[in-house]
């Protein structure tokens, strides 16, 4: 089935028209990212935009929201006052499922246990014309790429792995809920014109490596903040070398290098997966205009011209690589892991091998670590780990199980989990574990942020390809090297494992009795969307009041010490079932946010009577006496998932403003767009002139405006003073969005 065909064509007709006007005004040749960028501007243009520098309204194609986010997104556009979505939507029930027996108990339960949640979901969809896929259809990303994404087109969606569809050569990128709604109410979506780094792939792939490695590599290169502000596009004779969803795996996990999102050109591996998932009619289309589909000659024959910053990787010269603990950039050669495991005191011991989530988990990745598994049984090898599967589809599972794909992990004891998120995002309930005993686990989803899966903060998280973290969970032990170390079987023999070998494409294609997908009815102004006042998953929105311009006196919340990620703002795992409570929800708020004055967490001192307290509990008894506060973090504060309710729930509990050395994009504008203050230090080291019983004032906010530095001046206990500068990244139309309370408001105005 091709979904929205119509629409796809119109993309085609305009991305000739607007590219060729472009090269009127660009005198360089175009990267596939101008392409896409310059063919989906909102309005006119007459002079090139400035990379990094410029804020540009976009009109995205279509927009993707994960179950969890999708609550708060669909709670807020229902206040927008429209009766039907501007652009093609949909939404995918995903992450509201928890990993424990296996896919069929596991499935029961969660639509059992969520059934408020996924009913309120599909009623909402209904009502709007969202497109709705019910629990167990797969994992949104690889849904989107199988059944939505398409070359050169633009997509936005409210999960920061909505960059997966780069894999299909589109420009796909992760946004908090509010921007959803911007683009639900049709109204343009505004994004500071990207800079662009080019990564030129060299050689091709082969014995051990895989497209995983690719990422891996670059995020040791780039670090979690490299890529903030960056599109990244791939290119080269080794990136037409790879597959359709081998590109989407390197495309997901950008978002661990902060970049805005990442693309390949349309190709030959392209037109294949098209055909493959009976989208002929598109690949027929992308065909004709190829040229307008990828980046000029010239700026890949002369990349150091046309892009802002340079990769080269040489794919045969490429080692496979495990990347953590508890960091996604922490890069590592499997071949030194062994040494540096032993230096750092890390587990060697691995417990669990986990292979799946939104990326990793399509047929090909499956075929693969499936022909290690398949050596396992027959040089009768027992795995020394926990195995655990998640397929990212009904569409793959039903295929791969149809090919005996599935027979082979179970007959080697793998738990084959729903085609749903589990245990990259802390929906797992692991019986091996109850404490916060130390060790290790692999796995290949992308984020190991401490906590991330199974709460303990002593859980070390490897990432690697999936044929990796077979190969390790056979062996049970961090430090094997399967390119070189043998493993002694039953009968005691010292057997190798042979590299892997998989399928791109199913020979036989795929299939599928029934994909999950519930298409909206043509008008849905009769359906009623009801919500129970007393419900604890669901709660009606109230709009924000405005901050204003008065902040004096405002107490210090927390001082956040190192990494904040939205997990430690906000975690997941079994605080997902609140995503649509605001109110509830925001109990979790800065709980995993360690305090910079005692390197605790959640545990922050109430200024006005001395004692200290959880962060939620400490910030409600300053909402309740009218107090203002403000949040203080260090670089990159919001890295990871796009998660809104990192900035909604301290926004609903009263946080005025957060200063930080550097934001995450996505944190950064869901802020913003919840009327809030995000401002960051003019010189960095004033970070550490903040103390805790600081009163902070704002001096001339009343003169908020573009390109304009805020002052504040912080009261010390001892009576001191400092005054220091902050920076801002707002335009006029967001700071209208601060003035009015938030940007939702703004929708209200504008639809009366």
């Not at 080269?312 to 960091?327: A, M, Q, R, V, Y």
């Not at 989530?357 to 090898?381: G, V």
């Not at 200024?607 to 006496?625: A, N």
């Not at 506060?629 to 009263?654: F, I, K, Q, W």
Request: net charge neutral; charged share 25%; with cysteine.
């Amino acid at each position: 089935m091709v979904f929205d065909f119509e629409m796809i064509e119109k993309v085609y007709q305009d991305i000739v028209k607007n590219v060729d006007n472009a090269r009127r005004y660009i005198k360089t040749p175009l990267t596939l990212s101008e392409k896409i960028l310059y063919s989906h501007l909102w309005n006119n243009f007459d002079k090139p935009f400035v990379r990094g520098k410029d804020y540009v309204d976009f009109k995205p194609d279509r927009i993707a929201c994960q179950d969890a986010t999708a609550q708060m997104a669909l709670l807020q556009f229902m206040q927008a006052g429209k009766s039907k979505v501007s652009v093609p939507t949909t939404v995918h029930c995903d992450h509201l499922i928890l990993a424990k027996h296996g896919a069929k108990k596991d499935l029961k339960r969660a639509n059992s246990v969520s059934s408020e949640v996924f009913e309120f979901l599909k009623t909402v969809s209904n009502k709007y014309g969202i497109g709705f896929w019910k629990p167990g259809a797969g994992i949104i990303h690889q849904v989107v790429l199988e059944n939505y994404a398409f070359p050169g087109g633009m997509m936005i969606g409210t999960d920061s792995h909505t960059v997966n569809a780069g894999g299909l050569g589109m420009v796909a990128i992760g946004v908090g809920g509010a921007d959803a709604v911007d683009v639900m109410a049709g109204m343009p979506w505004e994004l500071k014109f990207p800079k662009i780094i080019g990564v030129k792939l060299t050689g091709e792939l082969s014995g051990w490596t895989a497209p995983k490695d690719v990422i891996l590599k670059v995020a040791g290169i780039l670090s979690v903040k490299g890529g903030t502000g960056y599109i990244i596009e791939y290119f080269g004779p080794g990136a037409q070398s790879m597959s359709a969803t081998g590109k989407g795996t390197i495309c997901n996990m950008g978002a661990e290098v902060g970049a805005t999102t990442s693309t390949f050109g349309y190709d030959e591996s392209m037109e294949r997966y098209l055909r493959a998932t009976g989208r002929s009619k598109i690949a027929d289309s992308a065909n004709k205009i190829k040229e307008y589909l990828t980046g000029d000659e010239e700026v890949y024959r002369n990349p150091e011209k046309y892009f802002d910053q340079l990769i080269e990787i040489d794919l045969s010269e490429l080692k496979p690589h495990l990347n953590g603990p508890f960091t996604p950039d922490l890069a590592t050669p499997i071949s030194e892991m062994a040494k540096k495991a032993k230096k750092n005191d890390w587990p060697l011991k691995v417990d669990w091998g986990l292979i799946g989530s939104c990326t990793n988990s399509s047929y090909e990745d499956l075929t693969r670590a499936a022909s290690i598994a398949k050596q396992a049984l027959e040089k009768k090898l027992k795995t020394k780990s926990d195995f655990g599967i998640n397929p990212g589809s009904e569409q793959v599972r039903y295929t791969a199980e149809r090919d005996g794909i599935l027979k082979i992990f179970e007959d080697l004891d793998a738990t084959i989990f729903t085609n749903a998120c589990g245990p990259c995002i802390g929906q797992w309930d692991r019986s091996d574990l109850k404490g916060e005993e130390k060790n290790t686990i692999i796995h290949s989803f992308n984020r190991n942020f401490s906590k991330r899966a199974d709460g303990n903060p002593n859980t070390h998280a490897f990432v690697g390809s999936p044929e990796i973290v077979a190969a390790i969970a056979i062996s049970g032990r961090l430090d094997f090297d399967p390119l070189s170390d043998s493993l002694v079987n039953e009968d005691g023999e010292e057997v190798k494992l042979d590299p892997p070998s998989g399928f791109e494409l199913p020979k036989d294609g795929f299939d599928c009795e029934d994909s999950g997908y519930i298409e909206p009815i043509d008008d849905g102004n009769k359906i009623e969307v009801k919500v129970n006042p007393k419900s604890e998953r669901l709660q009606l929105l109230e709009p924000f009041k405005p901050i204003g311009n008065h902040i004096n006196d405002a107490r210090l919340l927390i001082k956040a010490f190192g990494k904040c990620t939205t997990d430690h703002i906000s975690m997941a795992g079994p605080w997902l079932r609140y995503r649509g409570h605001l109110d509830n929800i925001s109990n979790n708020c800065l709980i995993g946010a360690v305090n910079a004055f005692n390197k605790k967490t959640n545990f922050v001192k109430n200024q006005l009577t001395g004692e200290y307290g959880g962060v939620p509990d400490v910030q409600r008894f300053y909402k309740s006496k009218g107090i203002d506060t403000v949040v203080v973090g260090d670089h990159n504060y919001g890295e990871g998932s796009s998660r809104e309710h990192a900035a909604m729930e301290p926004r609903h509990l009263g946080v005025c403003a957060v200063i930080v050395k550097s934001f995450a994009r996505i944190h950064e504008t869901n802020l913003k767009k919840q009327g809030m203050l995000a401002l960051t230090f003019s010189n960095e080291s004033d970070y550490n002139l903040i103390q805790e019983n600081d009163r902070i004032s704002f001096i001339d906010l009343k003169d908020f405006s573009p390109s304009r530095h805020l002052k504040v001046r912080l009261k010390h206990d001892d009576g001191s003073y400092d005054v220091i500068k902050l920076n801002h990244s707002y335009n006029s139309s967001q700071i209208e969005w601060y003035n009015l309370g938030s940007a939702l408001n703004l929708i209200k105005r504008r639809a009366r």
